[in-house]
């Protein structure tokens, strides 16, 4: 079959710099059973409206798939409508976190044929398979579909890959990739707060995963996209793709956007063997975890290249980590935050305000606690309830979400806009401390985005 896949726009106010990895995979699984795919990547080309429409129109295709996280739920819709419009008769399919998180809403408010629930690669193929030997929908595990009236069916969920060194590559020469490569992301995205934009002389830079999944329970976090099982690529696949990608397109620089990439200790010290052992000079960095950093392993990352470490550290109150399940002390925050900045040089953290039990105490303690370490945070956020975490239920119970749609549509730039206040303060109070905290530490995220 000809399969469409449409990367969305998204942080209009940012020159694209996070390639859609997702759709990269999709794209390989469904080229390798032998299906024809064309990628329209309109974050990285930023099309006209009307450039858009006249793409779709003339587009040759059976089946257009897109997707995104749920911050964008308002560009989907949009664009389901458009797909739909010209072309009434031709499957869409929805994937990502927005389909996995919110499907009921989504297909109860949208003319969207399938949603793709949870990982994607397998259930691209079945569904794929399915609809093209006219083969029967509810057979087909991890998706959402509708029945012969129009309902909303939910089918049983699909097992998670276990192995993910079986899957395939990336299909990068299907992506703009010059744009991707030459606009930076991590370490070298040193105005990645205020516009994204590259300085003179910043190399080429790109992101990728090395894990999918988290063990950890953290009440804010979106956990079960990719599974509730956290799982790892081994040592040799991960440089296996970085030397490809270096080869192809003179990457200097790779980003890991695992929510942790430390977990497994084993697996970090054998990456680091192979980038010294076979000499791949580059430079990466990677998101780490305060209560699981030793001096050891930084030391050992350092050498081999690692220039950043990232800890989202959320709050310096032992109430606020406790209520959030952080499982993390604040003495272990500071000791591997000092402990980073004094072999790394650097240790960009992110903090939450706004958090349930949050009061001009705990803010205090949050604020001392980066003075007290010398700390520069990179981003404060307002605490978010996004669907399917354990703060949107919170947030559900108490009667803080009305209309789930509007609610999806009210979401905009991570964590910069109050859309549930989980304090005593009122929402004017609550902006007024963020600001001041954004202010007396001099954080990063100085600027407000609208998307």
Not at 59 to 72: E, M
Not at 366 to 387: G, M, N, R, W
């Amino acid at each position: 079959m000809k399969i469409l896949l449409i990367h969305p726009v998204i942080r209009e106010w940012a020159p694209p710099n996070c390639f859609p990895s997702g759709l990269g995979y999709l794209a390989s699984v469904l080229l390798d059973a032998g299906h024809e795919v064309d990628v329209y990547d309109a974050n990285a080309l930023r099309p006209a409206p009307d450039e858009f429409e006249d793409y779709i129109k003339n587009a040759d295709y059976d089946i257009v798939g897109t997707g995104g996280i749920v911050t964008i739920y308002k560009t989907l819709k949009e664009l389901i409508a458009k797909l739909k419009t010209i072309h009434p008769d031709r499957p869409v399919i929805l994937g990502g976190s927005c389909a996995t998180s919110a499907p009921d809403v989504v297909m109860a408010n949208n003319p969207v044929d399938y949603l793709c629930i949870g990982e994607g690669e397998n259930t691209i193929l079945d569904l794929v398979d399915t609809l093209e030997g006219g083969g029967d929908m509810s057979k087909v595990d991890g998706i959402w579909r509708r029945d012969e009236s129009g309902a909303p069916v939910a089918n049983p969920p699909r097992r998670i890959i276990k192995d993910l060194d079986t899957l395939p590559f990336p299909r990068w020469e299907l992506f703009p990739m010059e744009t991707y490569v030459n606009n930076p992301i991590g370490a070298v995205n040193m105005n990645k707060w205020v516009d994204g934009g590259a300085a003179a002389g910043t190399p080429g830079s790109m992101n990728l995963v090395s894990s999918r999944g988290c063990p950890y329970k953290c009440i804010y976090c979106y956990h079960d996209f990719m599974g509730a099982g956290y799982r790892f690529r081994s040592a040799r696949n991960i440089a296996d793709e970085i030397i490809l990608l270096k080869s192809k397109y003179d990457i200097q620089y790779f980003h890991f956007t695992d929510d942790c990439f430390i977990i497994n200790k084993k697996n970090v010290y054998d990456f680091c063997d192979i980038l010294l052992q076979e000499n791949i000079d580059i430079e990466w960095g990677c998101a780490g975890r305060a209560n699981l950093m030793t001096e050891e392993m930084i030391l050992k990352m350092r050498e081999a290249g690692c220039i950043y470490i990232a800890y989202g550290i959320e709050s310096g109150s032992p109430k606020i980590l406790k209520n959030i399940r952080k499982k993390v002390s604040v003495e272990q925050a500071t000791e591997s935050i000092l402990m980073t900045k004094r072999l790394m040089g650097r240790a960009d953290c992110s903090f939450i305000a706004g958090l349930p039990g949050e009061t001009m105490e705990t803010v205090r303690e949050t604020i001392d606690f980066c003075k007290s370490i010398a700390l520069q945070p990179e981003v404060i956020f307002f605490a978010t309830p996004y669907p399917g975490t354990e703060l949107y239920d919170i947030a559900q119970k108490a009667g803080k979400i009305g209309d789930k749609e509007e609610f999806l549509l009210s979401l905009g730039e991570q964590g910069e806009q109050i859309v549930v206040n989980f304090t005593d303060f009122s929402d004017e109070e609550l902006r007024e401390i963020k600001e001041n905290m954004v202010l007396e530490l001099d954080a990063w995220n100085k600027v407000s985005h609208k998307k």
